[in-house]
């Protein structure tokens, strides 16, 4: 989501200056790669790039593609292909091991639902949301139609120029199953691929206590582009200048915090006001909640201190919900200083939420599934 914000930001100044524009997005990755498929880049005219479509080895190619585009205001696919020994027959040197399609579509700021306009619906709330992106892999002469339609829990924005019935299905499957796909579309006259994308809005990280030990933690959360608050009960410690600018800082009670917070699939919660009590507080109040993390600050014993306290006055804490309460925090890398303490929590909460171990990548055979971007095959009936 933080690329998707820094791509509108910079069209926004390129709208100022009159200058034109191409969104280029990885559509489709079979192989190793250092982006996966979502990975967006705004091109301006004038050579300047906002995101990124690989570690920096396609984005000069994709800077001359773009101009073409721009020009001719028709969107191309391109693909580069680095499994070939020599992968210089491309004119770049990749260092991976994949197949890598890049969808190039110029940006018409008279059309109502042009890219960035559906981004900037996804962008503007915090909710899900599934981005359709209609392209032919089969045939790049074809006409690419690109990003054209957005599901949302209530609505949808745009439309397919194809097979419309169909993938409003699947883009509605993919919002409840909550993942990604592709899917090929196989009629008697035309096959076009569609990139099924599930967009969550960034973490929503929410920090019990204001100490100067949150201050890098919430510098770090902000460079990731996630969302952050911080709650204290004591107005001298709870001061707004201590943090990033983006940052929310609440003066509250344990009891009466939640009121004034969102919550949604996407936040978290970490204790760290060194005050057991309001800990404690704090701990019982969320326990009512359905939160995927929650995390406390300090030793083990001091977090089955409070959970026994709590069984004690009668809340009932079933494993699963014990299974989302994570004491003491953070990945074991060694960390002491504040910095390094902020580096292992987030590290932490990254893993739980992609489901991973937080193992070292050595240990790995492949670092993505090969299985997620398998491209299914739909044969539609005339």
């Given amino acids: ?13 390129a709208q100022q200056e009159g200058k034109k524009a191409a969104l280029a997005t990885v559509v489709h990755v079979e192989g190793s790669s250092y982006r996966r498929a979502g990975a ?27 101009q073409l585009v721009m020009s001719q205001q028709k969107s191309m696919l391109v693909t580069y292909d680095s499994m070939d020994e020599d992968d210089a027959t491309i004119g770049i040197g990749l260092g991976c091991n994949g197949i890598i399609q890049v969808l190039i579509e110029p940006i018409d700021v008279s059309a109502e639902n042009n890219p960035i306009n559906l981004l900037k619906k996804i962008a503007g709330a915090r909710e899900c949301s599934v981005l359709i992106t209609l392209f032919s892999l089969q045939d790049k002469k074809n006409p ?26 699947d883009g ?16 008697e006259r035309v096959s076009y691929t569609a990139f099924i994308e599930f967009i969550q809005p960034p973490v929503s990280l929410i920090i019990i206590g204001a100490g100067n030990d949150v ?40 009891e009466k915090a939640l009121d004034k917070l969102h919550i949604d699939d996407q936040t978290v919660f970490l204790l760290m006001t060194h005050n057991y009590n309001y800990d404690l507080g ?10 995927r993390y929650i995390g406390s600050l300090g030793p083990r014993k001091k977090l089955e201190r409070m959970l026994n306290e709590l069984v004690e006055e009668g809340v009932v804490i079933s494993d699963e919900k014990r299974s989302t309460i994570y004491g003491p925090i953070g990945l074991d890398i060694g960390a002491e200083t504040s910095e390094e303490i902020a580096l292992s ?38």
């Fill in 282 to 291: 704090m701990l019982r109040a969320l326990l009512n909640k359905d939160i």
């Fill in 345 to 382: 929590i987030l590290a932490e909460i990254k893993a739980v939420f992609s489901r991973r171990k937080g193992d070292s990548l050595r240990k790995a055979e492949v670092i993505h599934s090969r299985a997620a971007t398998k491209i299914e095959e739909i044969h539609i009936k005339s």
């Fill in 215 to 254: 201050i890098p933690l919430v510098q770090m959360a902000d460079i990731l582009g996630w969302e952050t608050t911080v709650v204290d009960g004591r107005p001298n410690y709870a001061k707004k200048e201590k943090f990033v600018p983006g940052c929310q800082v609440l003066v509250s009670k344990p």
């Fill in 144 to 169: 690419q139609y690109g990003t054209c339609l957005l599901i949302k829990q209530d609505n949808q924005t745009g439309e397919v120029p194809l097979f419309r019935d169909t993938i409003a299905e």
């Fill in 1 to 13: 989501m933080k690329e998707i914000k820094e791509i509108l930001k910079s069209f926004e100044r």
């Fill in 172 to 187: 509605k499957a993919a919002f409840e199953n909550q993942s990604s796909s592709f899917k090929t579309y196989i009629s």
């Fill in 40 to 66: 967006r880049m705004l091109i301006i005219e004038d050579g300047q790039l906002t995101g990124a479509i690989s570690g920096g080895c396609l984005e000069g190619d994709a800077l001359r593609k773009a």
